[in-house]
């Protein structure tokens, strides 16, 4: 399994850098809601002790909605921390990587243990730390031969990373 807290390799662990951003974004939108809410209903006159219960209600489940999860990768191990759980996967022995598509992309990842991860793949192309050390891990598990699939979803997703990190050389010396 994966290090612990206080184990050697979550010191050097990689981490979304704009989590804490989006977690501010995600306060900020119910916030705005909640006030937008309690100000209509008092400029109405029908604000209430329990109109305002219900709209603060309303504003914790929209946080709770938007509250981005925290993912963190070590050497041989990835995590998605969220409000009430933490998942962990060993990547150097991951049996299966599936993109799901729909509303919200979803890289599901799948280790020899059975443990699961979901997280959005734009959390790995804004972060490129995050994804080396998925695909680093992901490269060992194919060597081992326990990755079954999912070579064609960590290519596609390979591809856009290095695309976007191109991108934003070229857009940082000038030249696009």
């Known amino acids: ?53 219900l709209w603060v209600t309303l504003a914790l489940v929209l946080f709770l909605v938007l509250c981005p999860a925290r993912v963190r990768a070590g050497e041989d191990w990835l995590s998605v921390r969220r409000l009430l759980r933490e998942r962990r996967v060993r990547t150097d022995l991951l049996v299966s990587v599936r993109c799901r598509d729909g509303v919200s992309q979803r890289l599901v990842l799948r280790d020899a243990f059975g443990c699961r991860v979901e997280i959005d793949p734009e959390v790995l192309v804004r972060n490129p730390p995050l994804w080396f050390r998925l695909e680093a891990g992901a490269r060992k598990a194919a060597v081992g031969g326990t990755l079954l699939c999912g070579a064609t979803a960590l290519g596609r997703l390979s591809r856009r990373v290095d695309r976007e990190a191109a991108h934003a050389v070229f857009e940082v010396s000038g030249l696009e």
Do not use: E, I, N, Y
């Open 1 to 53: 399994m994966p290090p612990r807290k206080g184990a050697r390799g979550l010191a050097d662990a990689a981490h979304d850098l704009r989590w804490a951003q989006d977690v501010r974004d995600s306060v900020r939108c119910a916030g705005s809601l909640l006030v937008l809410l309690l100000l209509l209903d008092w400029g109405t006159g029908r604000l209430s002790l329990r109109r305002g219960t």
